[in-house]
C-alpha cells in the first residue's frame, strides 16, 4: 500500500512561482536537471513587481498563489521570486506540509562554499537589496563574511526586451558593477531570477576571475536534494502529453516571445486565472 502510495505522490507535479516571468530561469533549470519532473508554474503577472510591495502585501500574494497550486495536488512548492522568498517562506512553511524552497538560502549557501577570500558581492532588484535578505542568510551561515551589495534596476527591462548582449547592455553592467568589482569579491550572487540572462555581460563587468552564482540554478540543485531524500522523484517518463503547464494572472505584451528567450524554448499550455 505504502509503494503506491509513493508511487503516487513522486508523480505529481512540482508548483513553481513568481511575480512574473523571470521565475521561468528557475524552471529552465529545473527541467535541465530533473527532466522528467512536470512542473505547473504561476507567473503573477497583473501585480508584479512584488520588490514595492509591502510585506503583508507579498505574503497575502504568496498564500494566494500557494493555495492555487496545492489544489493541483503540487508534491513541492519552489518560491522563485526574491522578494516573496525573503517574507513569505515562514507562513506558507505554516500552512503547508509540503516542502517549501525559495532562491534566496541555495544561492548564499553556494556563495559561502566558493568563496575563498569570504568577500562576496549580491546584486539584485531596488527590492532585494534594500530587503538585505541575502546579506542576512549570508551572514547567519558564516558572520565574518564581507558582503557588498548593489542594485541594478534596469537589468530587468533589458533581459525582456532581448537586450542581454549588446553594447549598451555592456556599458550599463560596467557602470553597476564599478561600485563592487573594487572590494575585491571573488564571488558574486545574481539575485535576481532575470540576471542570468545577463551572464555574459556581468561577467565580462567583474572579471573571469570572480565566480558567478546563479540562484537559480542552485535552487534546482536543492530541489533535487530534497525530492531524493523523500523519494520523491518522478518515477515516470515525462512525455509531451504529461507536459509542464504554465499559468498568468495577466497576459503581458510580448508574454510569449519574452518566455521564449527565458526557456529557450516555445512555450506551449499557457492559461490565464483570476485568483
Known amino acids: 500500500m505504502s ?6 505522490e513522486s508523480s505529481r507535479p512540482i508548483g513553481v512561482f513568481d511575480s512574473g516571468i523571470g521565475g521561468l530561469t528557475v524552471v529552465k533549470e529545473l527541467s535541465r536537471l530533473l527532466p522528467d519532473e512536470k512542473i505547473i508554474y504561476f507567473g503573477d503577472t497583473a501585480r508584479v513587481p512584488y520588490g514595492n510591495k509591502s510585506r503583508e502585501t507579498i505574503i ?55 568563496s575563498q577570500n569570504n568577500k562576496i558581492g549580491v546584486i539584485g532588484t531596488l527590492g532585494t537589496v534594500a530587503s538585505n535578505s541575502y546579506k542576512k542568510a549570508l551572514k547567519k551561515i558564516n558572520s565574518k563574511v564581507n558582503v557588498f551589495q548593489q542594485s541594478c534596476s534596469l537589468f530587468v527591462p533589458l533581459a525582456e526586451d532581448g537586450w542581454n548582449d549588446t553594447k549598451i547592455a555592456q556599458e550599463i553592467s560596467d557602470e553597476y558593477i564599478k561600485s563592487i568589482s573594487g572590494k575585491d569579491i571573488d564571488t558574486l550572487i545574481l539575485g535576481c531570477t532575470h540576471y542570468p540572462l545577463l551572464k555574459d555581460v556581468i561577467q565580462k563587468s567583474v572579471g573571469e576571475d570572480v565566480e558567478l552564482i546563479d540562484s537559480g540554478r542552485e535552487t534546482a540543485k536543492e530541489v533535487k536534494k530534497i525530492l531524493e531524500k523523500k523519494d520523491l522523484i518522478s518515477k515516470n517518463k515525462l512525455s509531451e502529453k504529461n507536459h509542464s503547464i504554465f499559468y498568468v494572472s495577466d497576459f503581458p505584451h510580448k508574454f510569449t516571445e519574452v518566455s521564449q528567450r527565458f526557456l529557450s524554448k516555445e512555450l506551449k499550455h499557457v492559461h490565464k486565472v483570476k485568483l
Open 3 to 8: 509503494n503506491n502510495k509513493s508511487k503516487d
Open 60 to 114: 497575502h500574494y504568496s498564500l494566494q498563489i500557494a493555495y492555487f497550486l496545492m489544489k493541483k495536488k503540487i508534491k513541492m512548492l519552489v518560491v522563485a521570486c526574491n522578494s516573496a522568498s525573503s517574507v513569505s517562506l515562514p507562513t506558507l512553511k505554516r500552512h503547508f506540509h509540503i516542502p517549501i524552497i525559495g532562491v534566496i538560502e541555495p544561492g548564499a549557501k553556494a556563495a559561502i562554499t566558493k
